[in-house]
């Protein structure tokens, strides 16, 4: 069989095959799935902690340095999700996806968000000078997270396949973490009204932890942005 021959049949199988999708409250391994149609649809809210400035640190900094700043930004993001109930779905050069279920799942989300900011401040930024004190590098970064219903979706070739997660919060969250890293938290009008108090409000006197913006890149939706951390001890 030729290699054109494969892909045709391959493609023309994938359009016509019957999908089959079961609904799930856990997060499916790949070996959940399989290569054919089938799915397993969840509703969950995804965050998306992305490396701010990447290109400019792998331009103007070796590629060591570089690389350290990769490692200490997506371990403190994996364990501080997973600390707060997040399951890791995907690495991707300089950010990592991670999936939320349960009643609270908004709010770890944004309590993730918010504790990646505190680390990013307190424990890399510190560490980065102590180590590097002649190197004018400032640690940044941007979450993004949004809620929907998602589907899983395995895709692939048989040994070296993953899960794709197909969703609006998927698409949304990947997008928000492209914001300013300004204010370094972004969050739907979705993920807004499902939070819980502590994850909406704080200080003293109380105040809403959350600017409202319009999206203007996508048809002016109504997103909400913060520059508030939580503390790690």
Known sequence: MTLKKDLDDAVANIFREAW????G????????????NTGRAL???????DLAASTRLVDGWQREFAAEIYKTFLLVAARIIRSQGGTITAYDGDRVMAIYLGKSQSSDAVKTAFKIHWACDN???????????????????TCGIDHSSVMAAKTGVRGANDLVWVGRAANYAAKLSNESSATPTWITADVYDRL???AKYGGNPRQDMWTPHIWSSMDNQLVYKSNWHWSIY
């Open 20 to 23: 089959t999708v079961t609904n």
């Open 43 to 49: 509703q969950a809210t995804v965050l998306y902690a």
């Open 123 to 141: 424990i890399i930024q510190p560490k980065l000078e102590a180590q590097y004190s002649n190197e004018n590098f400032k640690i940044s970064h």
């Open 25 to 36: 409250t856990v997060v499916p391994d790949s070996t959940d799935l399989t290569l054919s």
């Open 196 to 198: 819980s108090d502590t």
